[in-house]
């Protein structure tokens, strides 16, 4: 026996082994993108840059010398002074959403346009570097904002790799899709990867969410992630008042909680955004969600503040009931006053779920 062939028979080895795995990724991002529109139609950058965020109206001034973003990576500024939430990175990799929600504010942020369309990778990554070189404070950047974030995970398995080159900034998934569209997450655990799933009472998602999966389905791929050693979190909102709201979300906190622990829970109730109302009604949608709307606030029409203040209490005495830490809760496009209200420490313009101080749990 040659003296060498024991080495060249291990690196054999080595790279039927690596092809192997590399045909096995290859295979699971192609089941999880089934399903997915083909990409024939992709966005140029300086068109991503100019969509704007529903009712952005008072903020920063347009001179400042700030850096806010380059289109695809832009930073969410312009909240109105009565709203508590405050400055987040988005990640403009994508905008539009397969499910097609009958209250989703992206039928006002994208004139009614719901199609999911794309960035090109090339330019996606090229942001990410020039983002890297000017974010000098940690940050999470939030995927999520205009488009379901697992909707493509051919493109996304390659942004959360992009991620792994650095350790300073993190990139938050918010979906509503199920365990096999996060599949691709399993191939190799991230700390620079947050991954939040949307969910919601049964009967909400019957009514107005009828071609997202399941809750059942979004928890299972939430427990998926979070057995996997991800920074999981979950958000229920829009929060609606329906008949006998308090047992259907208890039954869905109990659900949850007894699948996994979040490592932070976001509450948000509806937002009726002019936009979002306007478009809805020409999509020819379910409009009932409308009808529990009682006042106008600086984020859309609300709740009344009362009903509002009833489903908070009753989220944070039944999450402390099970011991969920209350730091790790918050609330979404809330008012000051609804937080002081509730007796919450609030710092006005701050983000309280996706901004620097929520990096982590």
């Known amino acids: 026996m040659e003296p060498n062939s024991d080495g060249r028979k291990k690196e054999k080895r080595k790279q039927a082994a690596l092809k192997a795995w590399k045909t096995i990724r290859r295979k699971a991002r192609d089941r999880a993108s089934r399903g997915v529109r083909p990409l024939p139609e992709y966005v140029d950058p300086n068109t991503l840059g100019r969509i704007k965020h529903p009712e952005m109206m008072a903020g920063k001034d347009s001179t400042s010398k700030v850096w806010t973003g380059n289109g695809i990576v832009s930073l969410f500024h312009k909240t109105p002074s009565t709203i508590a939430c405050g400055e987040f990175w988005e990640l403009r990799w994508a905008f539009g959403c397969p499910m097609d929600c009958s209250y989703c504010y992206l039928r006002g942020t994208l004139k009614g346009k719901m199609r999911p369309r794309y960035v090109r990778l090339p330019h996606i990554l090229a942001a990410l570097d020039d983002a890297f ?29 992009k991620f792994e080159e650095q350790y300073r ?44 999966p399941q809750p059942e389905t979004r928890i299972e791929a939430a427990k998926m992630i979070f057995e996997a050693g991800f920074d999981t979190r979950i958000r229920v909102d829009p929060i609606f008042p329906i008949e006998g709201w308090k047992a259907k979300y208890e039954a869905l906190l109990d659900t949850i909680l007894s699948r996994l622990t979040p490592d932070r829970i976001i509450l948000g109730t509806p937002r009726g955004l002019w936009k979002t109302i306007r478009y809805a009604e020409t999509a020819g949608v379910d409009m009932s969600w409308t009808r529990y709307f009682a006042e106008e606030s600086g984020w859309g029409r609300k709740l009344a503040f009362g009903t509002r203040k009833e489903i908070y209490e009753f989220f944070y005495d039944r999450l402390a009931s099970e011991g969920y830490p209350k730091k790790s809760i918050s609330m979404c496009k809330e008012t000051v006053s609804m937080w002081e209200a509730m007796g919450l420490h609030v710092e006005p313009l701050r983000c309280n779920c996706y901004g620097k101080d929520a990096l982590y749990p």
């Open 133 to 161: 070189k000017h974010i000098r404070e940690p940050s999470i950047l939030n995927a999520g904002e205009l488009c379901d974030s697992l909707m493509n995970p051919t493109i996304m398995s390659r942004i959360c790799d």
């Open 169 to 212: 900034h993190k990139v938050l998934l918010l979906s509503k899709l199920g365990p096999r569209n996060a599949e691709f997450l399993l191939e190799k655990v991230s700390s620079q990867v947050i991954c939040a799933w949307s969910v919601n009472a049964p009967e909400v998602a019957r009514r107005w969410e009828s071609k997202s």
